[in-house]
């Protein structure tokens, strides 16, 4: 993004909204929604900056602007707080308009109301009472904004959108909580209420980002998210589709039709979530696109009324089955097909997504449960084990996705054959899983640590265990805080082995208890007795346990995992 393009400085209200700016909020972004928690929050904030001794200034977060001109900007995120101030200053206005009604200092606040007025509201017309705004709303809220609110008239509460509602709440809300404020204070009202709306306004500021289009706006979305801002990219993407409509002149039941769909799929994965989703839509049908290429890709390549409906038909037709993947528990699928999902979720692993959803719209039920057991068996090779980068593995799900959707795939051999690439081999699955240490002190590694054992124990014995079951932990035999009886390992050599998974093996929870940090001697007999066979199989066949037993014990296991995690297509 060059410098002419993106543009940073902290600003304070005032300064935002006292200096002859004015501000947009899009037409199609979504409603206001702040509730009492939010109100609460705000007015929190406010009170710790107005009162004596208060703090000098207090940090409101990022406001995202877009603008050509610098005079007029477009709040596409921000608009919330833009909003909920706007309503405060309204708040206060009431207030002063009740004094004057009262016959308490007339003129004075006459005057303070008009300054108020023009400096963070706008220039009302004395005729018609018609407000040249410095806040516009977006389609759903200006109106209501324009006619009732500002001219500070009667609320009329019915025939109105739940977002409306919202506005007038927050608007009585906050002329409550300012007039109590107000009573509290020593002195002339009228002063107090300009004071404390001249001090909030100078000690709240923004961080302000302003950019000159959509796709520097996305690439701001998608920097501030990476370090852990939460801004929602879905608004801008809405935003983006309901202009090609509004452009199109569109009737305004079919605009209604899309943002009904729209906000119903928003509200089945939440906004955050979107954006993944999307992409995991987009490269299951269309091009190959890494996130921050998201935006400017739909731009390009959605650009009239036919391409937005048919791109948001194609995701309400995903939507079922990434949910399934994300949250498999809620989802339809049998229980073999549920397993498979939760497996990819405990991994951690989201590449195969649109070959997946690919696989799921054109495959058989019976090849499609095929694929996606071999997208379990490759994230546990190729991701979990082999830690292997996950670039070049996007791109080999992608193209084996587009083959699929060019319907010139339809059995799961094939699918899987285009696989072969991330697919680890024999050999060097064994080298790496003989090698693999799993730090079990991280609940997600404790759980993957259960699963391969409990995996691996249907290999050798046949018994099938639920490997998230409270019946049974995992025992470290060389312990993680070793005491006595643990001689024969160096410190370095407890730290570089404890938590391989050749040391690692699974007991009864009530025999697991006692042992602790008791030497192998002690621990030795509780594991004979084990129900568990590799656990017996441990105890059986060494006297003792050492480092060269470890590492031993380990090349044995990960022959057996090379015959459970498999893909006879490939293999």
């Avoid at 940090?59 to 101030?85: A, C, H, N, P, W």
């Avoid at 289009?213 to 801002?229: I, P, Q, S």
């Avoid at 498999?328 to 070959?355: C, D, G, I, Y």
């Amino acid at each position: 993004m060059s410098a002419t393009n993106f543009k940073t400085e902290n600003n304070t209200y005032r300064k935002l909204i006292g200096n002859g700016l004015t501000y947009r909020i899009p037409r199609f972004q979504r409603d206001y929604s702040w509730t009492d928690a939010e109100w609460e929050d705000l007015w929190a904030d406010i009170q710790g900056t107005v009162q004596e001794g208060g703090e000098p200034a207090h940090y409101m977060g990022y406001l995202v602007l877009q603008s050509q001109d610098e005079k007029s900007f477009d709040v596409i995120d921000g608009q919330q707080r833009l909003t909920t101030l706007s309503l405060i200053v309204l708040a206060v206005l009431k207030n002063l308009q009740r004094l004057i009604d009262e016959g308490k200092n007339p003129d004075h606040n006459r005057q303070r109301l008009d300054q108020i007025r023009n400096t963070y509201v706008g220039y009302l017309d004395p005729v018609t009472l018609v407000t040249r705004n410095k806040l516009t709303l977006n389609r759903n809220n200006d109106s209501y904004f324009k006619t009732y609110l500002v001219p500070l008239g009667h609320l009329p509460q019915r025939g109105f959108r739940a977002s409306e509602h919202s506005l007038r709440k927050a608007f009585e809300w906050y002329d409550k909580r300012v007039r109590d404020y107000v009573k509290k204070q020593v002195g002339d009202e009228g002063v107090a209420l300009a004071s404390l709306l001249e001090t909030m306004s100078d000690r709240l500021f923004f961080t302000v980002i302003s950019v000159t289009d959509e796709l520097n706006a996305y690439k701001v979305f998608e920097t501030l998210n990476a370090r852990g801002v939460r801004l929602s990219s879905t608004d801008l993407l809405k935003n983006y589709l309901f202009s090609v409509l509004s452009k199109s002149n569109e009737h305004a039941h079919e605009m209604q039709v899309l943002e009904d769909r729209w906000e119903s799929m928003v509200s089945r994965l939440g906004a955050e979530s979107f954006p993944d989703f999307l992409r995991s839509h987009w490269n299951s049908r269309k091009t190959f696109v890494r996130q921050s290429d998201l935006f400017k890709t739909i731009r390009q390549r959605v650009t009239d009324r036919a391409s937005v409906f048919e791109l948001l038909r194609g995701m309400e037709e995903d939507m079922d089955t990434y949910l399934a993947l994300t949250n498999p528990e809620s989802s339809h699928w049998n229980a073999t097909l549920k397993s498979h999902a939760q497996q990819l979720r405990m991994f951690r692993v989201r590449q195969p997504f649109p070959l997946i959803l690919a696989a799921h719209r054109a495959l058989p039920p019976e090849q499609f449960a095929k694929v996606l057991r071999g997208c379990v068996v490759i994230a546990l090779r190729y991701n979990v084990i082999g830690n292997q980068p996950t670039n070049e593995q996007e791109r080999v799900y992608y193209a084996a996705a587009q083959k699929i959707q060019a319907e010139s795939m339809t059995h799961a051999g094939d699918v899987l054959a285009c696989l072969q690439e991330i697919y680890p081999r024999d050999e060097s699955f064994k080298a790496m899983f003989a090698d693999k240490v799993i730090r079990t002190t991280d609940a997600r590694n404790n759980r993957v640590v259960r699963y391969i054992l409990c995996e691996l124990e249907r290999q050798h014995s046949g018994l099938d265990y639920e490997f998230e079951s409270d019946a049974f932990n995992i025992e470290h035999v060389l312990p993680q805080n070793p005491e006595q009886g643990w001689g024969q390992f160096t410190d370095e050599e407890v730290e570089a082995l404890v938590y391989r998974l050749g040391n690692m093996v699974l007991l009864a929870r009530g025999a697991n208890k006692d042992l602790g940090n008791a030497s192998y001697a002690v621990k030795r007999p509780v594991l004979l007795a084990s129900g568990f066979g590799l656990t017996h199989k441990l105890a059986d066949g060494n006297a003792d346990w050492t480092p060269e037993r470890i590492a031993a014990r380990q090349k044995t296991l990960a022959k057996l995992a090379a015959v459970v995690w498999r893909i006879d297509q490939i293999s």
